[in-house]
Protein backbone atom coordinates (compact mmCIF):
# COMPACT_ATOMS: atom_id res chain seq x y z
CA UNK A 1 0.00 0.00 0.00
CA UNK A 2 3.11 2.51 0.72
CA UNK A 3 4.34 1.51 -2.72
CA UNK A 4 0.89 2.72 -4.33
CA UNK A 5 0.51 5.98 -2.37
CA UNK A 6 3.97 6.77 -3.19
CA UNK A 7 3.27 6.52 -6.80
CA UNK A 8 0.20 8.10 -6.55
CA UNK A 9 2.03 11.26 -5.02
CA UNK A 10 4.46 11.28 -7.56
CA UNK A 11 1.96 11.83 -10.37
CA UNK A 12 0.08 14.80 -8.71
CA UNK A 13 3.44 16.60 -7.99
CA UNK A 14 3.39 18.32 -11.65
CA UNK A 15 -0.79 19.11 -10.50
CA UNK A 16 -1.18 22.61 -9.34
CA UNK A 17 -0.69 26.32 -10.72
CA UNK A 18 1.46 24.58 -13.86
CA UNK A 19 -1.71 22.70 -14.94
CA UNK A 20 -4.29 26.11 -13.85
CA UNK A 21 -1.83 28.08 -15.97
CA UNK A 22 -0.50 26.57 -19.45
CA UNK A 23 1.87 27.20 -21.35
CA UNK A 24 2.02 30.93 -23.18
CA UNK A 25 0.74 29.83 -27.05
CA UNK A 26 0.90 31.98 -30.08
CA UNK A 27 -2.04 31.97 -31.77
CA UNK A 28 -2.88 34.54 -34.40
CA UNK A 29 0.15 36.87 -33.98
CA UNK A 30 -0.78 37.17 -30.63
CA UNK A 31 0.56 35.30 -27.12
CA UNK A 32 -2.46 33.83 -25.17
CA UNK A 33 -1.79 32.30 -21.45
CA UNK A 34 -4.72 29.37 -21.35
CA UNK A 35 -6.79 29.41 -17.62
CA UNK A 36 -8.13 26.57 -16.32
CA UNK A 37 -9.93 24.96 -13.53
CA UNK A 38 -8.33 22.25 -12.06
CA UNK A 39 -9.36 19.53 -9.81
CA UNK A 40 -8.18 16.14 -8.47
CA UNK A 41 -8.57 13.83 -5.79
CA UNK A 42 -7.64 10.11 -5.08
CA UNK A 43 -8.13 7.59 -2.31
CA UNK A 44 -7.48 4.65 -1.33
CA UNK A 45 -8.03 1.58 1.92
CA UNK A 46 -6.96 -1.88 3.15
CA UNK A 47 -9.32 -4.54 4.93
CA UNK A 48 -6.38 -5.51 7.94
CA UNK A 49 -7.57 -8.82 8.41
CA UNK A 50 -7.16 -10.26 4.53
CA UNK A 51 -4.76 -7.92 3.14
CA UNK A 52 -7.14 -7.20 0.31
CA UNK A 53 -6.40 -3.14 -0.82
CA UNK A 54 -7.76 -0.85 -3.78
CA UNK A 55 -7.53 2.57 -4.64
CA UNK A 56 -8.46 5.16 -6.88
CA UNK A 57 -8.78 8.87 -8.43
CA UNK A 58 -10.02 11.09 -10.89
CA UNK A 59 -9.73 14.83 -11.57
CA UNK A 60 -11.52 17.38 -14.19
CA UNK A 61 -9.88 20.31 -16.26
CA UNK A 62 -12.69 23.37 -17.15
CA UNK A 63 -10.77 25.99 -19.31
CA UNK A 64 -12.39 28.93 -17.74
CA UNK A 65 -10.50 31.52 -20.25
CA UNK A 66 -6.78 33.14 -21.31
CA UNK A 67 -5.11 36.55 -20.88
CA UNK A 68 -3.99 38.55 -23.45
CA UNK A 69 -2.30 41.66 -23.76
CA UNK A 70 -4.87 44.16 -25.42
CA UNK A 71 -3.69 47.44 -25.74
CA UNK A 72 -0.49 47.23 -24.15
CA UNK A 73 -2.47 45.90 -21.01
CA UNK A 74 -2.96 42.24 -19.74
CA UNK A 75 -6.66 41.15 -19.53
CA UNK A 76 -8.32 38.15 -19.04
CA UNK A 77 -10.97 36.69 -21.39
CA UNK A 78 -13.51 34.46 -19.78
CA UNK A 79 -14.80 31.45 -21.33
CA UNK A 80 -18.49 32.49 -20.99
CA UNK A 81 -19.61 29.10 -22.06
CA UNK A 82 -17.29 26.78 -19.84
CA UNK A 83 -18.32 29.61 -16.72
CA UNK A 84 -22.22 29.04 -17.77
CA UNK A 85 -21.60 25.21 -17.82
CA UNK A 86 -20.14 25.83 -14.41
CA UNK A 87 -22.70 27.92 -12.52
CA UNK A 88 -25.72 25.20 -13.90
CA UNK A 89 -25.32 23.33 -11.28
CA UNK A 90 -24.73 26.73 -8.46
CA UNK A 91 -27.86 27.83 -9.72
CA UNK A 92 -29.67 24.53 -9.37
CA UNK A 93 -29.04 23.58 -6.20
CA UNK A 94 -29.58 27.70 -4.91
CA UNK A 95 -33.08 26.66 -6.86
CA UNK A 96 -34.01 23.71 -4.66
CA UNK A 97 -32.54 25.52 -1.38
CA UNK A 98 -34.56 28.36 -2.17
CA UNK A 99 -37.96 26.21 -2.67
CA UNK A 100 -37.67 24.23 0.36
CA UNK A 101 -36.71 27.37 2.16
CA UNK A 102 -40.01 28.54 1.09
CA UNK A 103 -42.01 25.31 1.67
CA UNK A 104 -40.75 25.17 5.11
CA UNK A 105 -41.40 28.90 6.13
CA UNK A 106 -45.22 28.02 4.99
CA UNK A 107 -45.52 24.99 7.41
Do not use: W
Not at 28 to 42: C, D, K, N, R
Amino acid sequence: MADTFASLVDMFKNVGVTRAYGTPVNVGGQEVIPVALVSFGFGGGSEPGDGASGGGGGGMVIPVGVYTTVNGQTVFQPNTLALFACLVPLVAVTGTAVRRAIAAARK
